[in-house]
């Protein structure tokens, strides 16, 4: 999660694969001056009273994340090296428990901002969910992607399953999909489900930020184009939840995922802003059909 703040590089008119929504038509200095609220003022206040509210309780709960979670090593599962089939043995009941999920927060943040996501997880059946850390002093989304794999690891060993799924909020997303896509981790991820990801850039992140993490959001950053580039053959199946009133999306589209090589659902989330997809009970029903596989996915869900 990166703060807002003012920029005065306009941004880019919606293109066919980039859908314009009220704020992506609206120029980064814009976003938190009157201009925007004109139009949009009902809509964008009660967002953002929602918001601070949001943040208010997540700086409570800020202090439990700081340190790694404790997660108990449930009944291990039997080994299946054929991702994600029944083998002949096995009784009926077997290779239906969900996959562990591992949950990876946004920029300068930590695990606590998936409490209630977590809890919604395990209480409907997953038995495996953890809310992982990566450092703040990481400044490169590649190290905190390769990060990724020796964890990924040892979970699929304790657990016996041999695929993963990945739910990452804002930075946390891309962190997941350069794991996917650039080191090869398709072949242990199952799933990557995407809260807030700035997928193609966004331009509420100041061009000279001082953390490197802060320029890599950026459009065109170096890291963007390498998830832009090929990837024929990714096993690996992506959910982008966007929100049409996400304050730190510009283009708010720029949360959606757009790859050719890719098989993505794209769910537009209607009436919430950033800090609220992690949180939004709507959202997590929908999260947790993503990750069960239970039918398709609505292009739109409306949790206003």
């Known amino acids: 999660m990166a703060a807002p703040s003012s920029d005065s590089e306009p941004a880019p008119g919606p293109t066919p694969q980039e859908p314009s929504g009220h704020l992506g038509r609206i ?3 814009a976003l938190w001056s009157g201009a925007l609220w004109s139009g949009h003022s009902a809509e964008l206040a009660k967002v953002a009273a929602i918001d601070l509210a949001l943040f208010a309780g997540h ?5 439990t994340g700081i340190l790694p979670e404790r997660v108990p090593t449930p009944p291990r599962a039997p080994a299946d090296d054929t991702l994600g089939t029944r083998r002949a043995t096995d009784p009926p009941d077997q290779g239906r428990a969900h996959p562990p ?3 990876l927060h946004g920029f300068v943040d930590n695990r606590s901002a998936f409490t209630l996501l977590r809890r919604s997880l395990l ?3 997953w038995t495996r969910v953890q809310a992982l850390n990566y ?3 990481t400044g ?5 992607a390769a990060m990724l794999g020796p964890h990924i690891e040892r979970v699929c060993a304790e657990s016996g399953h041999a ?3 990945i739910v990452g909020h804002s930075l946390g997303g891309l962190v997941a999909r350069y794991h996917v896509q650039c080191l090869g981790g398709d072949a242990r991820v199952r799933t990557v489900v995407t809260l807030g990801t700035p997928h193609s850039g966004t331009r509420a992140v100041p061009a000279l930020a001082p953390h490197p993490l802060a320029r890599q959001m950026r459009p065109g950053s ?7 580039a090929p990837a024929p053959g990714c096993r690996t199946r992506f959910a982008a939840f966007w929100s049409d009133l996400d304050e730190f999306m510009i283009p708010t589209g720029s949360a959606r995922l757009e790859h050719p090589d890719l098989s993505v659902a794209n769910i537009r989330v209607r009436g919430i802003g950033h800090l609220a997809l992690p949180v939004h009970g709507s959202v997590a029903a929908e999260v947790r059909r993503a990750l069960s596989g239970a039918g398709p996915l609505p292009d739109a869900i409306d949790a206003a």
């Open 59 to 63: 700086l409570l709960l800020y202090p």
């Open 101 to 103: 999920v591992l949950l």
């Open 123 to 125: 209480r409907h059946g």
């Open 140 to 144: 490169d989304i590649r190290t905190a």
């Open 27 to 29: 120029p980064g200095h």
């Open 163 to 165: 695929r993963v799924d």
């Open 135 to 137: 450092s703040p002093l």
């Open 222 to 228: 170096p890291v963007l184009e390498e998830l832009a």
